[in-house]
């Protein structure tokens, strides 16, 4: 079974400017997560998506992040414009379903993003 | 909101020695509770989980028990190895929800 797919590896751009991160989770998948991970820490949930539903963005920078699943497939998470504290790297991870917390989330090797 | 606190690392050990991870949850409810590794240059991989209170989490010879009354999830494995080296993460997952809260994890490294 094919894993979490992410792309880029890397990115480094210049504060300012635009950046887009792409992820394909894994085959059946209804649930897809995207998280924040800063150096030395812990990673952080964005957003979360049901099918092509947004369930939790609470803790997503809606002023300068977006992101949308909008078939209920693949993902797209872009900042613009990215800020200096945006470099981490950003996790997608997949659960089959939601089940009351109980259902395990896989993670994707995730995008490094440096920004300048 | 919940939170997680592990012990703070670095740990460095020796080949086959005795491992521990101490991790508190704080969390309303019944959280699910979960340890995650981190390989170098690698995503997240789960490596043990536990879904209710005296539940024991194992694999690869690392084991946790989900422990209500200390609210612990402590990661334990009786003889590492070099390539246990990692950073390990311990999770919670808000009561009812499937969002997950890190702790901000601890780097072991294994020497021969």
């Known amino acids: 079974e094919a894993g979490v797919a992410q792309s880029p590896r890397y990115k480094i751009i210049e504060k300012r400017q635009s950046v887009a991160f792409w992820c394909n989770p894994i085959?059946?998948?209804?649930?897809l997560y995207w998280y924040q991970q800063i150096l030395g820490q812990g990673p952080k949930l964005l957003i979360q998506?049901?099918?092509?539903?947004?369930?939790?963005d609470s803790q997503l920078p809606k002023d300068r992040f977006s992101a949308e699943r909008l078939k209920g497939v693949d993902s797209t998470l872009k900042i613009q414009p990215a800020k200096l504290e945006d470099s981490a790297v950003y996790l997608c991870?997949?659960?089959?379903?939601?089940?009351?917390?109980?259902?395990?989330?896989?993670f994707g090797p995730g995008t490094r993003l440096l920004v300048l | 909101g919940n939170s997680v606190t592990q012990m703070e690392g670095p740990v460095t050990l020796s080949e086959e020695a005795f491992l521990t991870i101490n991790c508190t949850y704080t969390?309303?409810?019944?959280?699910?509770l979960f340890w995650y590794v981190q390989y170098p240059g690698e995503g997240l991989q789960l490596l043990l989980k536990a879904t209710k209170a005296d539940d024991k989490g194992s694999n690869k010879g690392f084991e946790a028990t989900y422990r209500k009354e200390t609210t612990s999830f402590h990661l334990e494995k009786g003889s590492v190895q070099v390539s246990d080296s990692a950073v390990y993460f311990c999770?919670?997952?808000?009561?009812?929800?499937?969002?997950?809260?890190f702790g901000k994890g601890t780097k072991l490294t294994v020497n021969p």
């Open positions: 969390a309303t409810g019944y959280p699910s």
């Open positions: 998506f049901q099918n092509n539903g947004v369930v939790d």
């Open positions: 991870a997949s659960s089959l379903r939601s089940a009351g917390g109980r259902e395990t989330q896989y």
């Open positions: 085959s059946g998948h209804a649930t």
């Open positions: 999770a919670s997952t808000q009561g009812g929800s499937e969002k997950l809260v």
